[in-house]
């Protein structure tokens, strides 16, 4: 009983200003807000997201998009996946917000606020996909532990911001700097400062590359809450994880970044490939870096219906951390024979490649259609379940889907 007590005390009541927040988003007063702890947000649904994502956790919030609203050649706001390993800041104020560049590898420690960021370097937009390390984990087996991820924890949009290049050359880094470490302002689940939810990064290298952003717009539009406004970072062709959220400060450290989930069994595989099932030790399990080739069917949805004689026209997209997708590929009768599609040219680096094609079925009946894309390093998805590994990442096995043809 004391023990239960020493916990409610400690848990945060949500102020004025964050109660007048969850008011401007429901649209209507909050009436017993006051009564209302942080780790106890309304019901209403995810703020800024479409109540036709999958939540598959509400505590973090954890929410994907189903394969057929993944269509627009980028992911709207509102339909873009959520990924959280905490609770995320209440009400961020942008225009009081700091980005603090530490470390050792620095050659001074500097802060700026969003604004300085905003007038001092020079502002880009690229189209990046982003897509989580344990996408695709749902089909593993044995199952692995975690959120159970089908194929929608994946979007592309244009990102706006600036080049972390940029703003690291203006630090000065030392010599000896090797890794990027972020931390952002969510909190624990537990509720306790000093620890971080998650606090990864990449090695120095990628977070130089001139596609690695520091961005604050989202499709044009300030990112939602969810996605880590005010400020976030974006890397392409490397697990969403190390894309921090709600971003207030950065490390450049002489060594692998050690904050939380860098180590132990989050984001990381067997270094070495394993049996299905095998129990891996921590020190035999290597950093995901590059993720790898991967489509997805985004229309029809499957189990659509369609008349004998019709064509039907399929649509997808594409990527890979690799230069870019170079084929893209369709079966209609379980792999045994491969079509090509139509493949768009790549925006810019990491961007989604969309693909289309029309398909005609030669009788009435049950149809799969699979999909596969062909990467410029000449990989290909695999038909089944790649690589086994014990918290179920990096599933890049082909999409199908199901078509009834009547
Ligand atoms: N600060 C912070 N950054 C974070 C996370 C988080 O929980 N906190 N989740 C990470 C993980 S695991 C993923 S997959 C992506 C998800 O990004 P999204 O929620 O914008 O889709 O954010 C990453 N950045
Ligand atoms: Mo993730």
Not at 180 to 206: C, E, F, Q, W
């Amino acid at each position: 009983m004391k023990n239960k007590r020493t916990v409610t005390s400690r848990r945060k009541f949500l102020k004025k200003s964050a109660i007048n927040s969850v008011a401007a988003m429901i649209g209507m007063p909050l009436v017993f807000g006051r009564n209302l702890t942080y780790d106890m947000l309304p019901l209403v649904g995810i703020p800024g997201k479409s109540d036709e994502l999958i939540v598959l956790n509400d505590r973090p919030v954890n929410a994907e998009t189903p394969a057929h609203l993944l269509n627009d050649a980028l992911t709207p706001n509102k339909l873009f996946f959520v990924r959280n390993n905490g609770i995320p800041p209440v009400n961020p104020d942008p225009s009081n917000w700091k980005i603090e560049i530490a470390g050792e590898a620095v050659r001074s420690r500097k802060t700026y606020t969003l604004n300085e960021l905003k007038k001092k370097f020079q502002t880009l937009s690229l189209k990046l996909v982003i897509e989580c390390g344990g996408n695709g984990r749902s089909e593993f087996n044995p199952p692995a532990k975690g959120n159970q991820w089908s194929t929608g924890a994946v979007g592309c949009a244009k990102w706006t911001g600036i080049r972390l290049a940029d703003l690291l050359n203006d630090v000065g880094l030392k010599d000896s700097a090797q890794y990027l470490g972020y931390y952002g302002a969510d909190t624990h689940l537990s509720g306790d400062p000093n620890k971080s939810s998650i606090s990864r990064g990449v090695p120095i290298a990628k977070a130089m590359e001139s596609e690695s952003l520091l961005a604050w717009a989202m499709n044009d539009e300030d990112m939602p809450l969810m996605n880590g406004h005010p400020l976030r970072l974006v890397f392409g062709g490397y697990p969403a994880s190390c894309s921090g959220k709600w971003v207030n400060k950065l490390v450049v450290r002489d060594k692998v970044h050690d904050g939380a989930k860098m180590g132990g069994q989050s984001y990381r595989v067997p270094c070495k490939a394993v049996a299905p099932g095998t129990k891996v030790k921590d020190e035999d399990m290597c950093i995901i870096k590059n993720m790898p080739v991967k489509s997805l069917i985004t229309f029809p949805k499957t189990g659509a219906t369609i008349e004998l004689g019709q064509k039907l026209p399929i649509n997808g997209h594409a990527w890979t951390s690799a230069e870019k997708v170079i084929k893209m590929e369709y079966s209609i009768d379980f792999g045994m024979h491969w079509k090509a599609c139509n493949l768009e040219e790549q925006a810019n680096r990491y961007a989604w490649q969309s693909f289309a094609a029309e398909i005609e079925f030669p009788e009435k009946g049950y149809y799969e259609i699979w999909a596969r894309a062909t990467d410029s390093d000449n990989n290909t998805q695999p038909i089944i379940l790649p690589g086994w590994n014990p918290k179920g990442y990096l599933n890049n096995a082909c999409h199908r889907i199901a078509v009834k043809v009547v």
